[in-house]
C-alpha cells in the first residue's frame, strides 16, 4: 500500500485537473512559479510553454491552482522532429499534462505515442472532421479580426457593400455544423504593429462567439508589464480575463444549433474553410445561417428552413440532390450555383479567397443578396455596421441567442433587433455590466429590442 499510496495520490490530482474540452488557452513565458500570482480571478486555465520556458518547480506550482500545462516543442529547427520528440520528453518528463503542436502533422503519431494528449494547430486543410477527431481540434491559421484599413487608410468594402470585416466567423460557422469537438484557433501577431486592448477582444468574441477559443499569446512588452505589476497593463489583463469568463459563462448558448431560415450546403472541397467566403459575406448583412455540410446533407438538416444556397451542385451525390429537391418540393427555395460557377479547390496553406476568387463569389452573392431581399430569416439588425453576429436556438426552440461582437475601437449605442415572431421576453447580456430586461414592443416582423450600448460583446437572449 505505501508503494501504491504515491501512484494513487497522482490519479487523484490528475484527475481533478479540468477536461480537454475545458481548457481555456493562455500563451505564459514565465517559468517563475510567483508568475502565476497575476492570474488570479482569471478563468485561463491551461497554460501554454515553450522552451526553455520548461521548470517541475511552475508545473507543481501551476497544479496546485488546478491549472493544466502544455509544452509548446520547436517545429522550425534543423532535424526538427528528433529535437522536437526529445524537447517533449523532457516537458512531460518534468510533469506536463500534455504537449501543444504548430508543426507538421506527420509527426503526430510519435508524439501521441509518447502517452500524453496532443493539441495539434496546423493548416486549416488538416483539421479532422470525422468520429476519430480528437476532443481539441483548430489551426494556426487564424485572422487577425477587425476592421483593417488599407495602406491609404481607407477601408475596403465587401461586396455585401459594407466596410469588410475581416472574421474568422464564417469558417468558425462551418466547424461548428461539421464537428462537435472543441476549436481553438491562434495566429501570430500583425508584423510591425502596436496591437491594441481592443484588437485581443475581437479576437475572444470573434471566436467565442461560435463556441471557439483563441489560444491569447499577450505582446513581449504587455507581458513584462503585467508580471510587474504595472497598472495599466494589470487593468487590461482584467479586462481581458473578465470577457474571457462571460464567453465562457454562456458558451453553452454559443453551442446551440444555429438559427435562422436560410441554410447554405457546402463543403471544404468548395471554400467552407476559407475566410471570406459565402458564410462571412452573409454575416455582414446579419442575416442569419445554418451552414449545412455536403457530408452531413439529410431532410433534418431543412427542418424550419425556407431557402437554401447549393453553392456546388456537381459536388452532389445523386441521392443528395434528391434531397434538395425535396426541399423545394415541400415549399422551399434553392439558389443553386450556375453550372460553370464553382469556387476552386482551396490550397493546402490557402486561408482566405484571393482576388479571383472574391470576383467568382460577387457573382453568387448579388443572387443571394436578391434571394433574401429585406427578408427577415430569423431577426434583422440595425446600427450594427462595424459588427458581427452569431444566432443559435435552444433545443426546445423556444428561446434565441443573438451574439454581437464589436469590431471597431469604440462602443457602439443605440442597436435595434427586430425579432421574427412574437416573444415574451428579452434580456441583455454585457461582460461590462450587470444583464437587463429589455423592454419589447411590436414591429412588422413580430418582437422588437433596443440595446442602449455595446463596447466589446453582448448576447440578447429572446425568449417565446
Known sequence: MRRLFPFLAFAVSALALPSPEAWIPLQWPSEDPASLSRLEKSPFNCLIQSSPHWSAAFVRAAHAQNRVLLAQPSSSSPNALANSLAEAKRALDLGYDGLLWEGDAAALAPLRALGKPVVHLGLRSEIPLDANAPPIIGTRQGVWAGINPQDDDSHKAAPSGGPWIDTNSGFLRYLRAATDRTVWISAPPPNATKVPLSRYLMLLGDAGMLGARWVLNLPPDFFANLLQGETKATKDFA????????????????????????????????????????????????????????????????????????????????????????????????????????????????????????????????????????????????????????????????????????????????????????????????PERPAKVLELYDNEDGSGADIDILESTAILVAEK
Open 239 to 430: 479586462r481581458l480575463s473578465q470577457l474571457a469568463s462571460f464567453l465562457e459563462a454562456h458558451r453553452s448558448w454559443s453551442r446551440n444549433p444555429a438559427y435562422g431560415q436560410l441554410a447554405v450546403i457546402e463543403d471544404v472541397a468548395n471554400g467552407a474553410l476559407l475566410s471570406g467566403s459565402i458564410l462571412d459575406m452573409i454575416g455582414v448583412k446579419h442575416t442569419p445561417v445554418r451552414p449545412v455540410p455536403t457530408r452531413a446533407l439529410s431532410p433534418a438538416a431543412f427542418a424550419d428552413a425556407k431557402m437554401a444556397v447549393n453553392v456546388d451542385p456537381p459536388s452532389l451525390s445523386p441521392e443528395q440532390t434528391q434531397i434538395v429537391r425535396g426541399f423545394t418540393r415541400s415549399g422551399g427555395t434553392v439558389l443553386t450555383a450556375p453550372p460553370d460557377w464553382r469556387m476552386p479547390e482551396p490550397q493546402p496553406g490557402q486561408v482566405t479567397l484571393g482576388d479571383k476568387d472574391v470576383e467568382k463569389l460577387d457573382q453568387i452573392w448579388k443572387e443571394v443578396n436578391t434571394m433574401t431581399g429585406r427578408r427577415n430569416l430569423g431577426a434583422r439588425l440595425f446600427n450594427v455596421s462595424s459588427m458581427l453576429s452569431s444566432m443559435t436556438v435552444s433545443p426546445d426552440a423556444k428561446t434565441i441567442y443573438i451574439y454581437l461582437t464589436n469590431y471597431s475601437d469604440y462602443p457602439v449605442d443605440t442597436i435595434a433587433i427586430h425579432l421574427l415572431g412574437k416573444f415574451s421576453k428579452a434580456t441583455v447580456h454585457w
